[in-house]
């Protein structure tokens, strides 16, 4: 149940793994994505929620605004136009399939 993220900035010709289990980062993780406008802006879906870095990864931050729930992030999208972060997350496995998809602005 660790996170291991790692960042190209080489189009994947070589790799650099970041830190985010010393940031406390928990759960498998789903899916990376860096901001369209600032490449520093890393955004983490995990199995237990989405995780922000400021600083390229280096250190992680759990999102906990909007009484958003610790709940799996499968994917996400940044929509550069309106500037806002789309998650597709889900609830318990057991009680409900559905996506459910939530936008955060920034």
Not at 90 to 102: E, K, L, N, Y
């Amino acid at each position: 149940m660790q996170p291991y993220a790692y960042k190209t900035t080489d189009y994947g010709k070589s790799w650099t793994a970041l830190p985010a289990q010393e940031s406390g980062a928990r759960g498998f993780a789903h899916v990376i994505k860096e901001d369209s406008v600032d490449p520093n802006l890393l955004f983490l879906g995990t199995e237990f929620g989405l995780w922000i870095s400021v600083d390229g990864g280096q250190h992680w931050a759990q999102y906990k605004g909007s009484n958003f729930p610790a709940v799996p992030v499968d994917d996400i999208a940044v929509q550069a136009r309106e500037s806002d972060l789309v998650l597709a997350t889900h609830g318990p496995r057991h009680v409900d399939h559905r996506r459910h998809f939530t936008a955060a602005r920034f």
